[in-house]
């Protein structure tokens, strides 16, 4: 009995060890294809990744290429082609700083405002550059949006005080919204970077009329005549001053 006990518990021990190595190698398997799958798959991964890089240099360089087409276009005088190559090339990529520049360029130069107002709100928000700023402006204030053009202008004039046509600009803008001081000080502001500019002293001896500051006026025209003794507008607007003058002096006291 014990010698059948014997043989039973070495058959069993058999068969246990046969299990244990068919269980082993089938994990083994499992553990190798599925190793296999996983590589597969980050190959595949990385195949889209380059598939989309490769795409993306290829929409870049369409891009650019079309970007050159327009410039190309427009010193050939054909304006109308270039809009399309240049909206072509937003088409496939709406963040091209060059080519929002150089079409909103063209639309401000043929009087589409609106148009010209949206890319440079685009390229100012992008790129914070001031002078995007300047141009948004100026499109703004040739729709007559003068409150919207004020931030714009006043924005480039923060991001760079030193140019003293943005705050002539931004003088106009206040001007416009009947704001006579603040576009005195903005006039003046231009007068400190360029104290000879003979159209800076003539946009401010004229607010300073316009706002009835006639002594002021002429003291400035003086400075303009002490550079430009025979500038005629200046001359006109100095008769005009002297004519302003002498009405506000005549006029009858208030009972």
């Given amino acids: 009995m014990w010698t059948y006990l014997a043989i039973l518990f070495s058959f069993l021990l058999l068969v246990?060890?046969?299990v244990h190595r068919i269980m082993s190698n089938k994990r083994a398997l499992i553990q190798e294809?599925?190793?296999a799958g996983a590589k597969a798959a980050m190959e595949a991964q990385e195949s889209e990744e380059e598939k989309k890089v490769r795409l993306s240099r290829e929409q870049k360089d369409q891009v650019e290429s079309l970007c050159r087409r327009g410039e190309s276009l427009i010193n050939s005088g054909k304006d109308e082609e270039a809009v399309k190559c240049f909206v072509q090339a937003?088409?496939?990529?709406?963040?091209?700083p060059e080519t929002q520049q150089r079409l909103a360029l063209l639309y401000l130069q043929k009087q589409m405002y609106g148009a010209a107002a949206a890319l440079f709100q685009q390229l100012a928000q992008q790129t914070k550059d001031p002078i995007h700023y300047s141009h948004w402006g100026l499109a703004l204030y040739q729709q007559s949006d003068f409150e919207n053009a004020k931030t714009a202008y006043q924005t480039a004039v923060d991001l760079d005080p030193s140019r003293p046509q943005r705050f002539i600009s931004l003088s106009q803008v206040y001007k416009a919204l009947g704001q006579l001081s603040n576009a005195i000080i903005a006039t003046n502001k231009a007068i400190e970077i360029d104290e000879k500019n003979i159209e800076f002293l003539y946009q401010l001896a004229d607010l300073q009329a316009e706002a009835g500051n006639y002594l002021e006026a002429k003291e400035t025209l003086k400075k303009l005549f002490e550079t430009d003794a025979t500038n005629r507008a200046a001359k006109t607007l100095l008769k005009e001053i002297t004519r302003l003058e002498i009405s506000a002096q005549n006029l009858p006291e208030q009972q």
Avoid: D, E, G, Y
């Fill in 16 to 18: 246990a060890v046969f």
């Fill in 33 to 35: 294809k599925s190793r």
């Fill in 90 to 96: 937003l088409s496939i990529n709406s963040q091209h």
